[in-house]
């Protein structure tokens, strides 16, 4: 079955930087784009940054386009959300996707920018 595994989340000052993880497992995973949404306390799940399955196309976000970076390692199946220069509306629990039949999704990451 298909499995996503976020890892990475902590709490962490303004103008720091932090790099999230997913573990993926049950699908073929350099097939498929893979994205990181995030929600905030009240607010709905946005997706934040999306990356196909060779790695050569990246979309993100306009409010982290600049300081968020997503990759992913084919041999690893593994998909990163490099962060950079966070802020406190940067604070959400994240969570790695993917739509294989269906959109499946890992348990999340809880990040908190504060001071």
């Known amino acids: 079955q298909v499995q996503l595994v976020e890892s990475g989340g902590d709490l962490v000052q303004p103008g720091g930087s932090l790099r999230l993880s997913c573990l993926a497992s049950?699908?073929?995973?350099?097939?498929?784009?893979m994205r990181w949404y995030r929600q905030a306390p009240g607010k709905e799940r946005e997706r934040v940054a999306t990356?196909?399955?060779?790695?050569?196309?990246?979309n993100y976000a306009e409010s982290v386009k600049g300081r968020f970076n997503i990759s992913r390692d084919n041999a690893k199946n593994t998909v990163y959300l490099q962060m950079n220069s966070l802020k406190p509306e940067d604070t959400a629990v994240y969570y790695c996707?993917?739509?294989?039949?269906?959109?499946?999704w890992g348990q999340g990451t809880q990040v908190t920018v504060s001071s």
């Open positions: 996707n993917v739509w294989f039949l269906q959109h499946f």
């Open positions: 990356i196909t399955g060779t790695g050569g196309t990246t």
């Open positions: 049950g699908f073929p995973f350099s097939t498929y784009s």
